[in-house]
């Protein structure tokens, strides 16, 4: 059994994948090719966005949005402890500061009263409020209207980590339409995924798209050598973008697969975890489904067992950031960060796939409910 299944996947794209990469040969365009300036178009009309801008990866996604925002020196950043080191270590290389919220037990995203308290903690510690990263961790997106109404209020942008949520619903709104600028990944594991890096942006502002395509290809002006700005290399292989096309088009049939697993699977384990209630108003992409085991030797129990009926599992994430020793001095909300470290100690994912068949499925649960 997979953890995530992508070679049902691709047995079911293969041929048509084949024919995208042949065009790609056949061309030989294979940075930023056609196939790139069409996929961006038909991100940005999937999830309703003005601009899809694409990139080499997720990490440098969120990078590239705070560079456009002109983030820098003196400028507080603030990204909830309990994600992937990939929404905190891009803050310090535009030379702005990390500032660590905690997290909403229910959402495992990012607390708007922690987000306050963080706010008033950085101006105290001469940080200027500059933007706020929110997390759509699991594939849920975060509590965007609070979030959105704390960063208004203290004039920061808000740049919206989707690398786990693109294609979720928050109250008639799809992710990527929900920040400032909100960033994918297309790394492999991901819902939507390439097979290699690849990563993209969206954003209403014209300016701010403009000011990220230029970032993306070295700062580029008007064309490849008149760099009017400090850029980076980041751009999209033109094959991956192919491979992009053909899985978009099966997208929303995946999610509306993932919703029927992560029904089965809250209906039968809800009594005995933890398991993510989602209001009727918030649809999860579900690219983890996890779990919450009462304590620590709970979880090392259900590890113990899952492994003995060779049922993958992983643990997102084992430590909060705020606890490894790269971001253990960076400033936090100063109520701690209890919630990040109780989902650190006690969560566990499970496979999760649109092609988890039914009788792996059951199989997974009644390795739950026995323990």
Not at 130 to 145: K, N, T
Not at 177 to 200: H, V
Not at 269 to 297: C, G, H
């Amino acid at each position: 059994m997979q953890f995530i299944d992508l070679a049902a996947q691709q047995a079911r794209l293969r041929s048509r994948i084949d024919e995208r990469i042949a065009r790609v040969l056949d061309h030989g365009i294979y940075i930023m090719g056609p196939e790139v300036g069409e996929l961006e178009e038909r991100l940005a009309t999937f999830c309703g966005a003005s601009h899809c801008i694409s990139c080499a990866n997720g990490t440098d996604a969120l990078q590239l949005a705070l560079m456009a925002l002109g983030t820098g020196p003196g400028d507080a950043v603030f990204v909830p402890s309990f994600t992937f080191a990939a929404t905190a270590e891009v803050v310090p290389f535009v030379g702005a500061t990390p500032v660590f919220t905690d997290i909403d037990l229910e959402s495992y995203t990012m607390s708007p009263d922690s987000l306050e308290r963080a706010v008033r903690h950085a101006r105290r510690e001469g940080l200027r409020p500059a933007a706020v990263m929110p997390v759509d961790l699991f594939g849920r997106p975060a509590d965007y209207d609070a979030l959105s109404a704390v960063a208004a209020r203290e004039g920061m942008k808000v740049v919206a980590d989707s690398a786990q949520g693109w294609g979720a619903t928050y109250r008639g709104r799809m992710t990527g339409t929900l920040g400032t600028i909100t960033t994918t990944s297309f790394f492999p594991a991901k819902p939507l995924g390439c097979y290699g890096d690849g990563g993209a942006m969206f954003t209403e502002d014209a300016d701010l798209a403009a000011a990220l395509d230029s970032f993306r290809i070295h700062g580029k002006g008007r064309e490849k050598y008149d760099n009017v700005r400090i850029g980076m290399n980041s751009r999209l292989d033109t094959i991956q973008a192919a491979i992009l096309l053909e899985k978009l088009q099966i997208y929303a049939e995946e999610s509306e697969a993932r919703q029927a697993v992560a029904a089965r699977y809250t209906a039968a384990l809800s009594e005995n975890f933890v398991a993510p209630k989602m209001p009727r108003d918030i649809l999860s992409i579900w690219a983890q489904y996890t779990l919450l085991a009462r304590d620590a030797e709970r979880r090392n129990s259900v590890l113990a067992a899952l492994r003995s009926a060779d049922i993958p599992a992983v643990i997102y994430y084992p430590r909060p950031l705020h606890r490894l020793p790269a971001y253990e001095d960076f400033p936090r909300d100063p109520h701690g960060l209890a919630a990040s470290e109780l989902a650190a100690s006690c969560v566990f994912s499970v496979p999760m796939s649109p092609y988890l068949q039914s009788d792996d499925q059951d199989r997974i649960i009644s390795v739950l409910q026995a323990v």
